[in-house]
């Protein structure tokens, strides 16, 4: 399995859309950077046909050690999840018919 890369993204904005290579790259950094911000001010970014990013509040609990089978408190904190769009659900699953009508 292979990783798409910053690099790799700018070079796709660079091709497609016309842009200067630092111009493409600068343009992604904004883009991440917007969402870096609203995600860490709580705020939900949802990308149509892509999905949702979340962030969500965990509580304390208690968790064990696997290896000894102590019990050590696992503190408050935050997770961000990600939920896919039914678009993007589709298209992983290859199902073509679903596209067109989640896209309509």
Same mark, same amino acid.
């Given at each position: 399995?292979?990783?798409?890369?910053? +690099?790799?993204?700018?070079? +796709? @904005?660079?091709?497609?859309?016309?842009?200067?290579?630092?111009?493409?790259?600068?343009?992604?950094?904004?883009?991440? *950077?917007?969402?870096?911000?609203?995600?860490? /001010? %709580? *705020?939900?970014?949802? @990308?149509?046909? =892509? %999905?949702? =990013?979340?962030?969500?509040?965990?509580?304390? $609990?208690?968790? $064990?050690?696997?290896?000894? %089978?102590?019990?050590?408190? @696992?503190?408050?904190?935050?997770?961000? /999840? =990600?939920?896919?769009?039914?678009?993007?659900?589709?298209? @992983?699953?290859?199902?073509?018919? $679903?596209? *067109?009508? +989640? *896209? +309509?």
């Amino acid at each position: 399995m292979q990783t798409l890369t910053r +690099a790799q993204l700018a070079e +796709a @904005i660079y091709h497609q859309v016309g842009l200067s290579r630092n111009e493409s790259a600068s343009l992604l950094e904004l883009v991440l *950077e917007k969402m870096s911000a609203a995600l860490e /001010s %709580g *705020e939900s970014v949802k @990308i149509s046909a =892509f %999905g949702t =990013f979340v962030v969500r509040q965990k509580g304390l $609990r208690v968790g $064990r050690n696997p290896k000894t %089978g102590v019990e050590v408190p @696992i503190l408050p904190r935050k997770v961000l /999840s =990600f939920r896919p769009s039914q678009v993007m659900k589709a298209r @992983i699953n290859g199902d073509e018919s $679903r596209i *067109e009508d +989640a *896209e +309509a």
